[in-house]
Structures are given as structure tokens and as C-alpha cells.
């Protein structure tokens, strides 16, 4: 009923950019939060950024003032978020992980769905 579909990953030098998009579709009532976690080789998925429907951002303090999220405003994408990564790490390499905190039309409960996710590859 709901899918995420990401794009934007690849690899890229030490101190480039990258910009991940992802885009949530299906019977979508109301979005409360969407965002970005990732995994490394060998470790925990761990939080990167989220934005919530009001707007409000957080990001994981090994990215902060690197890494922007930010919302699709637009009538027609508003389940659309993307991560802008500037001054990229060989540590920022991992699967990227889109999420959407969402109540599906119909349902009463939220749930939190998962994109396929996109590999980011910081290497020279």
C-alpha cells in the first residue's frame, strides 16, 4: 500500500556531495515524519536526519552542519524528502535508509515504513 523509492546514492571523493531523494506513494492520509538512517559494514543502523510534518529537523551530530534535509513543499510531492550531503567522509559510507512515520487512508494507526535503500561510497 505504501512505498518509498530512493535515489541519489553512488560513489563520490572525500569532500564532494551527493543528494538522496526519496519519494513515499500509496494511500497516504497524513505523514508525521520522514527521514534518513543508514548502515555501515559491521554496525548498527544508526539515525542520520528526520524532518517532521511541521517542519522541525534533527540530525545526527556526526553530520550536523555537513548534511541538510529538507521537504518537498509542492501540492503534488509532498511525500518527497532529500538529503543533501556536502564535505563528505570515507565514514559517511554505508546503505542509506529512507523512512516515512505515516497513517495510511483507511487506517487508524501509525506505522513506519522503510525504502529498499541506496548505497553511499566515499572513497578516492
Known amino acids: 500500500q505504501v512505498q518509498l523509492v530512493e535515489s541519489g546514492g553512488g560513489l563520490v571523493q572525500p569532500g564532494g556531495s551527493l543528494r538522496l531523494s526519496c519519494a513515499a506513494s500509496g494511500s497516504i492520509f497524513s505523514t508525521y515524519a520522514m527521514g534518513w538512517y543508514r548502515q555501515a559494514p559491521g554496525k548498527q543502523r544508526e539515525v542520520v536526519a528526520t524532518i517532521t510534518s511541521g517542519g522541525s529537523t534533527n540530525y545526527a551530530d556526526s553530520v550536523k552542519g555537513r548534511f541538510t534535509i529538507s521537504r518537498d513543499n509542492a501540492k503534488n510531492a509532498k511525500n518527497t524528502v532529500y538529503l543533501q550531503m556536502n564535505s563528505l567522509k570515507p565514514e559517511d559510507t554505508a546503505v542509506y535508509y529512507c523512512?516515512?512515520?505515516?497513517?495510511?487512508?483507511?487506517?487508524?494507526?501509525?506505522?513506519?515504513?522503510w525504502g529498499q535503500g541506496t548505497q553511499v561510497t566515499v572513497s578516492s
Open positions: 523512512y516515512a512515520d505515516l497513517r495510511i487512508s483507511g487506517g487508524s494507526s501509525r506505522y513506519v515504513y
